[in-house]
């Protein structure tokens, strides 16, 4: 049966399989950047071409999808190679959800198995599946906090969904709802826990690479995460310790030809990185290491940590002039314009200041800000 004889059925009605869409920029106009989780090692462009009815496809490009399919767990119904084998089987056994643009069905909750019915026509002439199902979301239901949350109840159990593309949707998720307590809220993970998955976003680009590339699952990462965080007070630091070892442990890996660095592998290349560091003071500051939990931080430490402490706080609540003078004495170049709106006369006056003062000055511009971190040094 030729795949364009399959039909597409709502409870309004039934649509021509042409008009079932992924939900990619050129369908949508919005980015390709959300849906890219929803197929985890599988190509993206690949998935795009199969699933572009108004192109045939050549036996080059048959063979370049056969072959990323079959890279795949054909007995975990995860990937796309176990998801196109149970379409084969068993047809589409869950709806689609779409939203309509014109006259196409743009489909939100469904892309993975959207693109597997596609494959497995066009890629396998497979008999199934015959009909597809599909829900139309309401105008609510389309928002974009909604949105998220379909994308994160589709992914939420992918085992080939790694530890990158899983921080990348919360952190879109702490944008659109305001706080980490809200995802918490929402995606039922503690607090802890969300924080954990968004350090991955302080990764080095070739470190997200190699964590993206699957040479190193989730748990070394996260684990590895937790244990240079015992040693390490400054979280910029301890990203590049635990970025350099990532990508240190992942590179002999593959050379040693394996697939995948381990976390004993991930920890030694970051221990043997913490030691050299801390014989060479250049590279990072002996007094941001922590020998042991009750010593007290040092004014110079609380300077080093206080740019990534005060992310947590709500800047809107924060008086203008005040937020400029702190971020320009912490070394902050760059300050969010959402928050700025009214403060063009604060800041300038705020730049002639501070251009002026010597590091002596900065010294004495920060005692009052310091004065009141001392007190609460224990808790650092």
């Known amino acids: 049966m030729a795949i364009k004889e399959i039909s597409v059925n709502t409870r309004n009605g039934s649509f021509d399989v042409e008009q079932l869409k992924l939900n ?12 890219r989780r929803d197929f985890g090692a599988f190509p993206l462009e690949l998935a795009i071409k199969v699933c572009d009815l108004s192109q045939e496809l050549s036996a080059s490009d048959i063979e370049e999808i056969k072959s990323a399919v079959e890279s795949g767990d054909p007995d975990n119904d995860k990937t796309m190679y176990g998801l196109v084998r149970s379409v084969m089987r068993h047809s589409v056994t869950e709806p689609v959800s779409c939203y309509a643009i014109g006259n196409d069905l743009i489909a939100v909750k469904g892309n993975h198995r959207l693109t597997a019915c596609y494959i497995a026509k066009r890629i396998y002439n497979s008999d199934c599946p015959k009909a597809i199902t599909v829900i139309m979301l309401s105008k609510e239901q389309r928002n974009p906090r909604a ?56 990764l080095s680009p070739e470190a997200q690479l190699a964590v993206k590339s699957g040479t190193i699952l989730k748990n070394p990462v996260l684990q590895l995460q937790k244990e240079i965080a015992k040693e390490v007070t400054n979280p910029i630091q301890a990203s590049e310790i635990i970025s350099q070892a990532i990508v240190e442990a992942t590179t002999e890996a593959v050379e040693s030809g394996k697939n995948k660095a381990s976390l004993e592998q991930a920890k030694t290349k970051a221990k043997e990185i913490l030691e050299a560091k801390r014989k060479n003071k250049s590279n990072v500051d002996s007094s941001t290491l922590i020998p042991s939990k009750t010593r007290k931080l040092t004014k110079k430490q609380i300077l080093a940590i206080a740019p990534m402490q005060l992310e947590s706080i709500n800047w809107k609540t924060v008086e203008d002039s005040t937020l400029v003078k702190v971020a320009k004495l912490l070394g902050l170049d760059e300050i ?4 700025l709106e009214d403060s063009e006369s604060d800041l300038e006056d705020s730049e002639t200041d501070i251009e002026e003062d010597s590091e002596e000055s900065l010294d004495e511009d920060s005692e009052e800000f310091l004065e009141d971190s001392e007190s609460d040094s224990e808790e650092f």
């Open 24 to 35: 990619i920029k050129q369908n949508t106009g919005l980015s390709n950047k959300n849906i």
């Open 147 to 202: 949105l998220l949350m379909a994308q994160f109840n589709e992914n939420k159990f992918r085992k080939d969904l790694n530890v990158l593309e899983e921080a990348e949707l919360l952190g879109d998720m702490r944008k659109e709802f305001g706080s980490i307590e809200a995802v918490a809220e929402e995606t039922g993970y503690s607090i802890r826990k969300v924080e954990e998955l968004l350090d991955v976003l302080n």
């Open 336 to 339: 969010d314009e959402e928050f």
